[in-house]
């Protein structure tokens, strides 16, 4: 087998498994409609996942490639309705990141304009919140950040390009 066809595998098996932990419990049944409108409009290639939510897979610079979940599920806070853009940026070898991990993450969290980092089990995910309605433009700057924030901090921390 390719070298591509074997790196590409390995992050379709991996993106399934780790969205999946990473997300349970909070799923939506169908996908945003809106959302798929946004995304066509940004000519950004989607496939739906099993949870209803946009899975886009982007080629970055140096042969890379960066995986962005757009969710379909809205969350509430009082007035404020607000949509989710996740993006992988590190796998942990066991439930706890290490110290030197955890600092990293959150002084990029302090640097980032747009976004912050969470743990997800032993997933490290990029996460920018935006309006739920938010325009094409809102939604293509927080898909941009979210994955160059989450392929840069890939590289740093593991050298790889797993997502």
Partial sequence: MSIDFHRDFMKRIAT???FAAAVSGAQAATPDPGVGRVLDTLKYPYEIDEDGDY????DVEGDRTQLVFVRSTVEEYGEHRIRE???PGYNAPG???SAAIA??????SQDAKLGAW???DQLAMFV???DANASVDALGDAIDAAMNTADAMELELTGTDEY
């Fill in 16 to 18: 399934a498994l780790l």
């Fill in 55 to 58: 899975k886009l897979l982007f």
């Fill in 85 to 87: 853009i996740w993006s």
């Fill in 95 to 97: 439930k706890q990141f």
């Fill in 103 to 108: 600092n990293r993450l959150l002084e990029d």
């Fill in 118 to 120: 969470v743990k997800q």
């Fill in 128 to 130: 920018v919140k935006v």
